[in-house]
């Protein structure tokens, strides 16, 4: 059973590529693996849902309007250091579109606008052991 290390706090700013802006925090931070929590806004987002047949993503693309953003009430994920030192990232959503509809999924891409208020709650290399099957040597 692990238990938290640390946590960081990290903003992730307007027109940054997420979650490739903060794979690219979680490198600089030296961390191994850990829990993401947060909220933000987006310009534009790519989201999935699995097609359990065929195991790949359906993706929906979302933009925002001149007078509304994309609004992420709920970001919550994990991330861990793989065993090619890269960072392997699962994140889900969920994002109001509009002022009534809210909709979520599992993260592909979004522009970040204005910026996203990140928590990375670090728990160490666990996370790559407990989810091995995101590692790529098995």
Same mark, same amino acid.
């Given at each position: 059973?692990? /238990?938290a290390t640390?946590?960081k706090?990290?903003?992730?700013?307007?027109? /940054? *590529?997420?979650?490739?802006? $903060? &794979?690219?925090? #979680?490198?600089?931070l030296? @961390?191994?693996?850990? @829990? #993401?929590?947060? *909220?933000g806004?987006?310009?534009? @987002?790519? $989201?999935?849902i699995l097609?359990?047949?065929?195991?790949e =993503?359906?993706?929906n693309? =979302?933009?925002?309007? &001149?007078?509304?953003?994309?609004?992420?009430? /709920?970001i919550?994920?994990? =991330? +861990? $250091?793989?065993?090619?030192?890269?960072?392997?990232t699962? #994140?889900? *959503?969920?994002?109001?579109?509009?002022e009534?509809?809210?909709?979520?999924g599992?993260? *592909?891409?979004?522009?970040?606008?204005? +910026? $996203?208020?990140?928590?990375?709650i670090?728990?160490g290399?666990?996370?790559?052991?407990? +989810?091995?099957?995101?590692?790529? #040597?098995?």
């Amino acid at each position: 059973m692990s /238990s938290a290390t640390s946590m960081k706090v990290i903003k992730i700013p307007e027109g /940054s *590529i997420f979650p490739h802006e $903060l &794979e690219k925090k #979680i490198i600089e931070l030296g @961390l191994k693996g850990g @829990l #993401i929590v947060g *909220i933000g806004g987006f310009e534009s @987002l790519e $989201l999935g849902i699995l097609n359990p047949k065929t195991r790949e =993503y359906v993706v929906n693309t =979302y933009k925002s309007t &001149e007078n509304l953003n994309l609004e992420g009430v /709920s970001i919550i994920g994990n =991330y +861990f $250091l793989r065993s090619d030192g890269k960072v392997a990232t699962h #994140i889900h *959503i969920s994002i109001a579109v509009d002022e009534r509809t809210v909709v979520g999924g599992h993260l *592909i891409r979004g522009k970040v606008r204005p +910026f $996203l208020e990140l928590f990375l709650i670090e728990v160490g290399e666990d996370v790559r052991k407990a +989810f091995s099957h995101r590692d790529v #040597i098995k």
